[in-house]
C-alpha cells in the first residue's frame, strides 16, 4: 500500500491495518521457519508495509490529530 493511501487514513483506520499486517508478519515468519512459504519476499513487503502504516500513526500523533491508534497510545 502507498504512503499516500494511508496518509488519508484515520487513527482508528490504521490501527485497525496495523493489528492486520502484524498478524500476516507472524503467519508469514511462522511459515517462512517450517519453509512452507512460496514466495519469501511476501515477508519482507508485510514488514515494510507495517513500518510504513506504524511511521505515519507516530507522524499523525506528532501532528497533534485526536483519536485512538490501537497499539499506539496518544499523549
Not at 499486517?21 to 512460496?38: C, G, H, M, P, T
Not at 515477508?43 to 491508534?69: C, F, H, P, Q, Y
Request: proline share 3%.
Amino acid at each position: 500500500m502507498k504512503a499516500v493511501e494511508l496518509r488519508e487514513m484515520t487513527l482508528e483506520e490504521l490501527g485497525a491495518r496495523e493489528e492486520d499486517l502484524a498478524e500476516e508478519l507472524a503467519r508469514f515468519n511462522l511459515q517462512l521457519s517450517i519453509k512452507r512459504l512460496d514466495n519469501p519476499l511476501q515477508a519482507r513487503v508485510a514488514r515494510r508495509d507495517l513500518a510504513r502504516v506504524k511511521t505515519i500513526i507516530n507522524e499523525k500523533i506528532m501532528a497533534g490529530e485526536s483519536g485512538a491508534a490501537g497499539t499506539v497510545e496518544s499523549p
